[in-house]
């Protein structure tokens, strides 16, 4: 869900300016904004934005991009308090996380109508801007960091993610969707064997990308229905469905979780960590109080025909990180009515499982990822 602009003021050459703000982790307009150039130093920036003030550039705009990256080895080199539990890291983690993306965020980009930085070596962001944000009739500030953000991920959709478990075709994820990069969980879809007779209908519950739905298709599962709440996802998914000449056997839905009626196959990756997302790019990651989680949990049952099974796919990262434990989890799934009909593990594969350097990395070296096999009990 794209968050609505609201408004932002500044003074400039002795006159007061207005233009539409732009946030999509929902960080409100700043009160106090100085414009700068080029003649900025980066311990001044610094300075100025652990203070809460905001810098709206007029230089150059690699220029711009530079300061930025310079204001973050300063915000790196700031001291940490040694964590006592795992918990206790992740927490420090997260607020680390927090105050480093209000910093950063304090280098403002003005946009013009249809999404054109008027500055010095400024790159062609109008397709990039068009595809997360829609048309732009007026001006806008955004800041430099969102703004990356948006230019990498029109990179990802243009480019795409190859998918071996797809046999390399590639899913192109659109901004604001969580992009499959970790394969590991793709893996698990793909080999974990089918209810026989091999299902008729299957539901994939919070499709996103709309991969997992692929996946089962391309595995002989004659109909896919797949929901997702956020408008965005279902795009994405569309698009992905016809690239991979899918859509006569997949079907999308916006929904909260289910769609009507039973399958023989119900399919749901809901975020990993019990915690509530900052902004609306992390609500793939963050699930506030395992809402998603205990919502597919509790409404497998009712909606999976006789012999039917469900798979939750998640890792173990939040009992790791004391988040959630196993037996937390294994009641929920009693509680709902179901039993573990079987559980298929792998090991993760990406970099930050195996880099010391990570804060949480004790709590990576040992995280599983497990599909879970589940049946009324």
């Known amino acids: 869900m794209q968050s609505p602009p609201s408004s932002i003021s500044w003074t400039e050459n002795g006159s007061e300016h207005h233009a539409l703000w732009r946030s999509e982790s929902g960080f409100p307009a700043p009160q106090r904004i100085v ?69 950063l965020g304090m280098l403002l ?54 998918i071996p478990a797809l046999g390399g075709e590639r899913i192109h994820p659109h901004y604001g969707v969580f992009s499959p990069v970790r394969g590991e969980y793709l893996d698990l879809v793909a080999q974990a064997p089918l209810p026989a007779p091999l299902p008729e209908l299957a539901f994939d519950i919070g499709t996103g990308t709309g991969v997992l739905a692929a996946i089962l298709a391309r595995r002989g599962v004659g109909h896919v229905v797949a929901t997702d709440m956020e408008a965005r996802a279902l795009a994405c ?7 991979l000449g899918l859509t006569q056997q997949v079907e999308l839905l916006q929904a909260d979780l289910f769609p009507p009626g039973r399958a023989s196959l119900i399919l749901c990756n809901p975020p990993w960590l019990p915690a509530r997302p900052s902004s609306v790019l992390e609500h793939a990651v963050y699930d506030p109080d395992s809402r998603m989680l205990k919502g597919f949990l509790d409404g497998l049952a009712a909606h999976l025909l006789p012999g039917g099974e ?44 195996s880099d010391p350097s990570d804060p949480l990395a004790g709590a990576r070296a040992r995280e599983v990822t497990s599909l879970w096999r589940l049946r009324p009990a």
């Open 35 to 103: 414009v700068a150039d080029d003649r900025m130093t980066a311990d001044a920036a610094f300075r100025l934005a652990s203070e809460g003030t905001a810098m709206l550039w007029r230089g150059d705009y690699h220029n711009a991009r530079q300061l930025l990256q310079a204001m973050g080895r300063r915000a790196l080199k700031k001291p940490r308090k040694p964590a006592a539990t795992p918990r206790d890291a992740f927490n420090q983690h997260r607020q680390a996380q927090s105050q480093r993306a209000r910093t």
């Open 310 to 353: 469900g798979w939750l796919i998640l890792s173990d990262f939040a009992e790791h990180l004391g988040l959630r434990s196993r037996d937390e989890l294994l009641a929920m799934i009693a509680g709902a009515g179901l039993q573990v009909a079987g559980r298929h593990d792998i090991r993760p594969r990406h970099p930050k499982a």
């Open 109 to 162: 980009i003005q946009a013009d109508a249809g999404h054109v930085i008027a500055l010095r070596r400024a790159p062609d962001v109008q397709l990039a801007c068009a595809q997360a944000y829609g048309p732009a009739s007026a001006p806008y500030v955004l800041s430099l960091r969102e703004l990356l953000g948006v230019i990498g991920a029109y990179e990802w959709r243009r480019n795409g993610v190859p």
């Open 237 to 243: 998914a569309r698009d992905n469905l016809e690239r």
